[in-house]
């Protein structure tokens, strides 16, 4: 076997046999295929897709290149959740408490952020003194003893993803269906995940722009999880507007204890409600609305949020002192109006020039700096009100002021939840 031809294959659309893929991610792992070679293939991926059985193939070798781990110590009420990624979706912080409230364990492995979007890790390191690097036992007892656990994945787990994503990050071949598909999946195999809530973002700010994407990267995702016997669910919800009001690693922290201490509505809480409730169903094996309603008691009856302070306090995190940024610019509207538009990956973009993000893996994070929005979709807006508050170490001169649309009409509320697939 040889790369030159297996890229040629891709190239001109035929299909790649299981052998070929075992080839391709052994010879890429032992440096026999260079990453000059791994980005051509990647490329002829993304413009010439894969069939599904190429894709279960790709999935198992992927799962297969490091450690796996087994959660049935656990027990069978264990469920995982993972989004695609987005701008200021801070889930994670709020619905590993409240399932956990609800007697169904999280044992999350979480990554750091890249790009314009932000990664979970990244949120939980922001908080003084909280350990993200819990070794495997001390992850399994932690989940065993409090129920939840986050820590960040090891580097032992599905090493070919790892490999292969942050070369897809520099190659511009990110944005492919099939390479998206088998790399979520095949951490979720190698994490040992049986039961699976897939929240499937879809909009400027997300990887997927449009709903027949989506669709189609949900049901490969389903059908790779019944191919391993994983039980997944996927919600296709909307990325086009920022999750919440908050962007930006302590200010998200800030905004997750606000919804934990059911003091704030909006979408960020809807959304967190909705996977956690089918997150409890599928663990306790009970219907979607006893489930929700579990969820909504633990809300309002402070469980949630005490299940927080308890993860918090077991990861030797510090509330206290959340840091704080020096500088503090308040954007004002220089028009009135409706506001229409809140665009979430051009806020993203802004949110990692503030210091909130990194351009290179290598990059260190301002963990205090972000944006907080200070008005809602559809909300009448007068020449002067504050739509944005930046907060940063770095001095602000300019910005794009395309990121909001002001208009002489309302437009039709943002529709939060799009689909759910099973
Ligand atoms: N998240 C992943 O883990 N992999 C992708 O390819 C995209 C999003």
């Not at 912080?93 to 890249?114: D, E, F, N, T, Y």
């Not at 189609?216 to 999750?243: A, E, W």
């Not at 649309?405 to 529709?415: F, H, L, T, V, W």
């Amino acid at each position: 076997m040889n790369i030159i031809n297996i890229i040629n294959k891709k190239r001109l659309k035929e299909t790649l046999t299981d052998e070929e893929i075992k080839y391709v991610i052994d010879g890429y792992l032992d440096g026999e295929i260079k990453d000059y070679q791994m980005s051509s293939l990647l490329m002829a991926i993304l413009l010439n897709d894969m069939t599904n059985d190429e894709i279960y193939s790709l999935t198992k070798y992927m799962a297969s290149s490091g450690e796996k781990l087994d959660l049935s110590p656990l027990g069978s009420n264990v469920v995982d959740k993972h989004s695609t990624g987005g701008v200021g979706d801070k889930t994670t912080l709020i619905i590993a408490p409240i399932v956990a409230s609800c007697g169904v364990k999280v044992a999350k492995m979480s990554g750091r952020g890249l790009g314009h979007t932000g990664g979970t890790i990244d949120k939980l390191e922001s908080i003084p003194g909280f350990i993200v690097n819990l070794s495997e036992e001390e992850f399994l007892n932690q989940v065993n003893d409090i129920g939840v656990a986050i820590t960040s994945q090891t580097e032992n787990i599905a090493i070919a993803d790892k490999k292969i994503y942050a070369l897809r990050d520099v190659t511009g071949t990110v944005e492919s269906i099939p390479l998206i598909a088998s790399s979520i999946m095949s951490k979720k195999i190698a994490l040992g995940t049986k039961k699976l809530v897939l929240d499937v973002k879809v909009g400027n700010g997300a990887l997927i722009k449009n709903i027949k994407d989506a669709r189609r990267l949900s049901k490969l995702m389903i059908d790779i999880g019944q191919h391993n016997n994983i039980d997944v669910i996927c919600i296709l919800t909307n990325m086009d507007i920022p999750l919440g009001s908050n962007i930006g690693n302590s200010l998200e922290v800030e905004e997750a204890i606000q919804i934990l201490k059911n003091n704030k509505e909006g979408n960020l809480r809807k959304l967190c409600v909705e996977l956690s409730s089918h997150m409890v169903s599928l663990g306790l094996n009970i219907s979607y609305e006893e489930a929700k309603t579990m969820v909504l008691d633990n809300l309002a009856n402070g469980l949630a949020y005490n299940k927080f302070l308890e993860l918090i306090k077991k990861q030797h995190g510090n509330l206290n002192n959340l840091p704080k940024s020096k500088n503090k610019y308040e954007i004002k509207s220089m028009t009135e109006g409706y506001l229409t538009e809140i665009n979430a990956y051009k806020l993203g973009l802004l949110s990692m020039s503030l210091g909130a993000g990194r351009e290179n893996k290598e990059d260190t994070i301002d963990y205090s700096a972000g944006i907080i929005i200070n008005k809602n979709i559809n909300d009448y807006i007068e020449k002067g009100d504050v739509i944005m508050t930046l907060y940063t170490n770095k001095e602000v001169t300019e910005i794009d002021n395309s990121i909001f649309k002001i208009s002489d009409k309302k437009n039709k509320d943002e529709q939060l939840i799009y689909e759910i697939i099973k």
